[in-house]
């Protein structure tokens, strides 16, 4: 979703965050966002109270465009901590 190394306005990865959770609550009650600010590859993990509701965001954006990059939807076990990109 991002290139970290194009970033440069401060405090980008709040913009990010707020912007990623404003979409995805369109599906759902969301309990965690994380913006991988550190690591290449531009990666958001978002936790969802019910896996439905996870699905049916994850069907939304998968494939979808966001700043010239195509959105890809996996399913992980767990959300990295937020004080594990630091």
């Known amino acids: 979703?991002?290139?970290?190394?194009?970033?440069?306005?401060?405090?980008?990865?709040?913009?990010?965050?707020?912007?990623?959770?404003?979409?995805?609550?369109q599906?759902?009650?969301i309990t965690a966002v994380v913006v991988m600010s550190k690591e290449p590859g531009g990666k958001i993990y978002a936790s969802f109270v019910s896996g439905d509701d996870a699905l049916k965001c994850a069907k939304n954006l998968a494939g979808r465009w966001f700043d010239k990059r195509q959105l890809r939807v996996e399913?992980?076990?767990?959300?990295?901590?937020?004080?594990s990109i630091n």
């Not at 405090?11 to 995805?24: H, K, M, P, Q, V």
């Open 1 to 25: 979703m991002f290139d970290k190394d194009e970033e440069t306005d401060p405090g980008w990865e709040t913009d990010i965050r707020l912007d990623f959770e404003e979409e995805c609550q």
């Open 75 to 83: 399913f992980v076990d767990s959300v990295p901590s937020a004080d």
């Open 27 to 29: 599906y759902g009650m």
